[in-house]
């Protein structure tokens, strides 16, 4: 049983009742605006703007609610991660996904707010079931393309591009319009919009924020997702070439980037790998000292 305080304006009140509407309404307390009761906590907003959250679900509802960096955080909330850019081998994965409203109980039975936390055997059990409720587009860069688009573009201008698609596609699969679109912030807004400045098509008004995995449902779902799909590139890999690629870009990879050319060739290697990254190197000159 926990109880959160938070103070909110009217309007953030306001659209706090709209975003609980499902909830079941209390009668209401002396000097309180409303309560209203979901099966594991009670929300009361307070004429002061002070607005308590009591209950099993208080620490969930409090933090899906509350007033953070963007001041008014209210769903269908879209919001966008990547994973694999710090890893040798393996693909991109950009995923962008919606949370409605209608999402918020059962991302609170998963404890999604905590993505940083969840391990990949976790990942493999959630991600099916967001997959299953939730809008969202995927956009999976193999290595083979990768490593043809760098030539001419950097790592941030490569995910700039890819956000921006998974938004644009987000946004044809929603009925609705969503404009409350949130990214996980790998570079600063202006530089984001100069590497889309060639774009046909460029999703605006987006709310830049680091660390957004633990601060927005949205992005965390989508992080979770794309870990999914990297977690199974790197199975389809592992499989395809019998090899078992491991993440980061440690020492470890350097040594199982020998081994890999051992097996195949150093042409193969840029099939399955971020070329340009240092451990390519490392990888030739351990080579060169056999
Ligand atoms: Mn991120």
Redesign the pocket.
């Known amino acids: 049983m926990s109880t959160h305080t938070i103070t909110m304006n009217q309007k953030e009140i306001q659209a706090l009742k709209t975003k609980l509407k499902s909830a079941k309404v209390c009668k209401t307390p002396p000097y309180a605006l409303f309560q209203v009761k979901t099966e594991d906590c009670t929300i009361t907003a307070y004429a002061s703007g002070k607005v308590v959250f009591q209950g099993e679900g208080a620490d969930f509802y409090a933090g899906a609610t509350q007033v953070k960096s963007k001041s008014n955080i209210t769903y269908p909330e879209c919001g966008s991660?990547?994973?694999g850019?710090g890893d040798y081998f393996g693909p991109v994965v950009v995923c962008a996904a919606c949370v409605e409203s209608k999402h918020l109980p059962l991302l609170k039975e998963l404890k999604i707010q905590d993505s940083k936390q969840i391990q990949d055997e976790q990942i493999q059990q959630i991600a099916p079931l967001l997959m299953e409720q939730l809008t969202y587009s995927l956009l999976v860069l193999e290595n083979a393309k990768y490593n043809e688009v760098h030539l001419h573009n950097n790592m941030n201008a490569i995910k700039a591009k890819l956000h921006n698609q998974a938004f644009l596609h987000l946004k044809n699969k929603l009925d609705f319009v969503c404009d409350h679109i949130i990214i996980?912030?790998?570079t600063p807004e202006k530089t984001y919009y100069r590497y889309l400045k060639e774009e046909a098509d460029i999703v605006q008004s987006i709310h830049f924020e680091t660390?957004?995995?633990n601060k927005y449902l949205s992005?965390a779902c989508a992080?979770i997702i794309a870990r999914y799909h990297f977690l199974e590139a790197i199975e389809q890999l592992s499989t395809q070439y019998d090899f078992p690629f491991p993440k980061g870009a440690g020492a470890h990879v350097d040594e199982a980037g020998v081994d890999f050319v051992n097996q195949y060739s150093f042409d193969t290697l840029s099939k399955v790998c971020k070329f340009h990254f240092k451990n390519t190197d490392k990888i030739k000159a351990l080579l060169e000292m056999a």
Do not use: N, R
């Open positions: 991660d990547e994973v850019t996980d912030q790998f660390k957004a995995e992005v992080s």
